[in-house]
């Protein structure tokens, strides 16, 4: 095993701590803090990456993820956190030890999942595509577990952070055409959060998401 | 070229309409907009009828006879819709539901919606096709949330977290694909051109294809609605405008299925087995199971209605999944006709809800009386989306169901059940609403005649008539897709 590869192993090992980090972080800059971490992770993992495997195009992709993970989307959410003055919000985490535990099941069920991947696989990357997909799980969990929707958007960019790592660790990454247009989507998204922060706070008063349950069957 | 203004009108109609804002023309350049849309889009079917397949733009956009119908057929429920909502939305504006910045937003995100469901369709990359499917999800959440009222914001925070969550593993889908191409293509853009792969999907790796499948199912699942992932339809569909509904219903959930049936042709190749054809007939007829029997316990006409569109969806990936060329042939005329019936139902429902002020079933009445068109238009559309001959839902259902009686004959009484349910369940809703006496407090409207009476004539000719043009194109689409 080379270096880059070691090095990259670590950053995939980061970035999963990083998943779990998000998992139980209670307060919203320790979320905030902790997602940018990941995005810094990503960044210079896709930089290894690019190094080791010399295409270029990484690179560029790994200059965009520093701007749009690490500085532009922790920015829009700072000043969003700050204009609904939920920054000293507390939100109750219910059940760590076992929504870690669940967390701790759904990265062996993605090593097994992958595993016939890796075997195929001859790139040097190839052992952390398992780590990218517990990554996506791990934040799909963060979004079934968390009832704040701020909290709900951060787990959705880590998922889509998961996404990323998958597609340089599987592949070298996609083609530049379709990463940018991924990061413009993600762009867009985080426009549509923004609002949609505003209209639930005026609407229901708080961001808890909990309180929006009317539309179900009635019987 | 035809396919580049195609889909350059949409695209700017959304600029110029986010300018020009509330204005009064705004409803005109909007209709004006998606007919032009519509005309190119005829111009491009008939440029692909007279010379076949071909792909353009320096091999990024492929079309066939597949796609191209799905075009036209996106392009005109878009103008037809657009004329409906010409007066749909201005009696909401007059009623205050509507702001000055939201009909701004309406006309130049309608737009941009087609502009993405087009891009989805006319594409040849499949990681293209993926960003305009989320492109076309979030350009329609705010829509969904245009009231403002809680019910409305609580349906769109579950539509952009529900689809973004399910679009996000239809990523991590592509990604799989990706990497199983690279390993015969060779890196860069090319391996993710549909027509590349297509040709050489026996050398694609299948323990990978496989594995992209369940997140690509998974994936573009949602967004099709189908049971267990159609949590955000009903929802979606009955607190956003009705325009929406029916550009919903009638079109995004077509896209969504377009975009599976794309991927599963080549997981098929790879494979050689029949497994994704399984876990579609799986998923397709929970969904009509699950949907027939909910459509009976809804009281929101909307609901109900976004419902039958969950069952539809799931009689349309059932026969896919089903495969061979009749159920192919049956699927593909099922989803043009169950497009323009329900969004004609759609525009009748918005109206009926219009005049008496509100969506509970149990409070509309006398809608024959009130106004015949909405009336009879409700149905009319009833009758044709539960499959009564002679309209056209009948003949695709008929062609299904004669293809799953052949191939899949213990499957047969599950369909009919669904069948059967869904025709009952929605009959006995429909009959009070359009029968008995005017109740007092019904308002006078001025209704949009044309949309409704041009696509329930179309199902009407398509039921009686299959012209020859379309018969054969559903067979060189049914053939592309073995």
Known sequence: MNLAAQINSLLAALILLTAFGLLVQKRMYGLLHIFAWQGLFLSVSTAVVGYAAGTHHLYISSVLTLLLKVILLPYILHVLIQRLQIHKEIETVVNVPTTMLIGIALVIFSYHLTAPIRELSTLVTRSTLAVALATVMIGLLMMITRRHAVTQIIGFLAMENGLFFAATSATYGMPLVVELGVALDILIAAFIFGIFFFHIRTTFDSLDVKQMAKLKEED | ?482
């Not at chain 2, 075009?71 to 819709?81: C, D, E, G, Q």
């Not at chain 2, 009638?250 to 975009?259: D, E, F, K, P, Q």
């Not at chain 2, 087995?273 to 399984?278: E, M, N």
Request: aromatic share 12%; charged share 10%.
């Open chain 2, 1 to 482: 070229m035809t396919l580049l203004i195609l889909l350059s009108i949409s695209l700017l109609s959304a600029i110029t309409l986010a300018f020009v804002g509330d204005r009064k023309i705004a409803t005109e350049i909007n209709i004006l907009g998606s007919a032009a849309t519509f005309f190119a889009g005829v111009g491009l079917a008939v440029q692909v009828y007279m010379q076949g397949p071909m792909l353009a733009a320096g091999k990024f956009f492929f079309v066939d006879a597949f796609n191209v119908y799905l075009a036209v057929l996106t392009s005109f429920v878009s103008m037809t819709t657009a004329i409906f909502s010409r007066r749909y939305m201005r009696r909401e504006r007059e009623h205050g539901r509507v702001g000055h910045w939201g009909m701004r937003f309406y006309h130049a995100m309608f737009q941009l919606f087609i502009f993405a469901m087009l891009l989805a369709l006319l594409t040849n990359n499949i990681g293209v096709l993926w960003i305009a499917m989320e492109l076309a999800t979030l350009s329609t959440v705010l829509l969904v949330s245009l009231y403002r009222t809680p019910t409305a914001i609580e349906a769109a925070w579950k539509y952009f977290i529900l689809c973004g969550v399910g679009i996000a593993l239809a990523l991590f889908g592509t990604v799989l694909l990706y990497f199983a191409a690279e390993r015969v293509l060779g890196e860069g853009g090319e391996a993710l051109l549909w027509t590349n792969l297509n040709q050489v999907k026996s050398l694609l790796e299948p323990t990978v294809l496989s594995l992209a499948f369940v997140f690509l199912m998974v994936g573009y699942g949602t967004k099709v609605g189908l049971v267990p992932l159609h949590n955000w339809l009903p929802d979606a569909h009955s607190e956003g405008p009705t325009p929406i509904s029916a550009v919903l219903s009638g079109l995004l959930l077509n896209i969504a299925l377009y975009a599976l049936v794309r991927c599963k042709v080549l997981v098929d190749g790879a494979t050689g087995t029949h497994q994704a054809g399984y876990i579609m007939m799986g998923f397709g007829l929970l969904s009509i199971l699950v949907a027939a029997f909910s459509i009976l316990r809804q009281k929101d006409i909307k609901r109900m209605f976004a419902y039958s569109s969950i069952e539809h969806m799931g009689i349309a990936t059932f026969a896919f999944g089903l495969g061979g060329p009749i159920a192919t042939f049956g699927a593909l005329l099922h989803m043009l006709v169950h497009s323009l019936t329900k969004s004609a139902i759609f525009f009748t429902v918005g109206h009926a809800s219009q005049m008496n002020e509100t969506q509970e079933m149990s409070k509309i009445k006398g809608l024959i009386k009130g106004n015949p068109l909405v009336g009879w238009g409700l149905m009319f559309g009833v009758m044709a989306i539960v499959g009564m001959p002679p309209f056209g839902v009948f003949v695709s259902e008929f062609l299904i169901l004669t293809a799953t009686i052949k191939n899949a004959p213990l499957l047969t009484p599950l369909l009919l059940v669904g069948l059967v349910v869904a025709f009952a369940a929605l009959f006995r809703r429909v009959q009070p609403m359009v029968a008995g006496e005017i109740p007092a407090n019904q308002q006078f409207l001025k209704v949009a005649h044309i949309p409704v009476i041009l696509h329930m004539v179309l199902v009407l000719i398509i039921g009686l008539y299959m012209p020859n043009f379309l018969a054969e194109w559903f067979h060189t689409a049914a053939g592309l897709l073995k």
